[in-house]
């Protein structure tokens, strides 16, 4: 159980390209979900949190319309990069919890590895 | 979040040794979640940790939540070359859910 299920895996496209990140939770509710960015050798760095049906809360430093954050329904949120740069070359992972119950652990996508040439 | 104290940094280690790794933090938590990455994935749960003192098993994995709620170790025991991997400790210090991550183990087993 508990399955979060990311696409793409990888991307490669142009500077100036918008990419769209799909994150779905395959038998579970995710009530909330999460979207990290992840460096080489590095740690996850949270960039912000949706719960369904609200608008998503972003980190600090985050650029709220560089990072576009849509959580419609309780399977299914998505980050979308706008007008992408090689600096947003990145591994970009979600993660989704059902917020309804306590005790409930973030369970991982398996990420996307995002290439901006 | 906060950046929780994880070490070691990375150990090299021999097939069938046992490893411990440990975070530590300045805040108080009320969850301790240890997650395992491998290369080109997304971190996978290993075990989760509800309340201080708990000390869990998971197959050859044994985690406790410290006493003091500030600090939680993860043991492997016997290790073997799948075990390879980098081990993250993340802590959730209030009800919004957000983690803090420690900045990673990596472990090496060598046949």
């Known amino acids: 159980g508990a399955v979060v299920s990311q696409h793409p895996s990888w991307v490669i496209c142009k500077s100036g390209t918008s990419v769209k990140i799909e994150c779905r939770s395959l038998?579970?509710?995710?009530?909330?979900m999460f979207w990290y960015r992840q460096f080489p050798k590095q740690s996850l760095m949270l960039m912000a949190t949706?719960?369904?049906?609200?608008?998503?809360?972003?980190e600090q430093g985050v650029e709220k319309d560089k990072f576009l954050i849509n959580h419609a329904s309780l399977t299914l949120s998505t980050l979308t990069v706008t007008s992408a740069h090689p600096e947003d070359s990145s591994f970009y992972i979600c993660s989704a919890r059902d917020s309804r119950y306590l005790n409930q652990p973030q369970h991982f996508g398996d990420g996307t590895r995002l290439s901006i040439l | 979040g906060q950046q929780l104290n994880q070490s070691p940094q990375s150990m090299f280690i021999q097939e069938g040794e046992d490893v411990s790794m440990n975070c530590t933090s300045s805040?108080?938590?009320?969850?301790w979640l240890w997650y395992k990455q491998e290369p080109g994935e997304g971190p996978v749960l290993l075990i989760a940790l509800y309340k201080a003192g708990e000390l869990t098993s998971n197959g050859r994995l044994t985690a406790q939540f410290g006493i003091t709620r500030k600090d939680s170790f993860l043991n492997i025991s016997a290790s073997i070359p799948s075990d390879v991997g980098i081990y993250f400790c993340a802590g959730q210090e209030r009800n919004d859910y957000k983690l803090s991550f420690g900045a990673g183990t990596t472990v090496t087993v060598r046949a």
């Open positions: 805040s108080i938590f009320n969850t």
């Open positions: 949706s719960n369904e049906g609200s608008k998503a809360t972003y």
């Open positions: 038998d579970f509710q995710a009530t909330t």
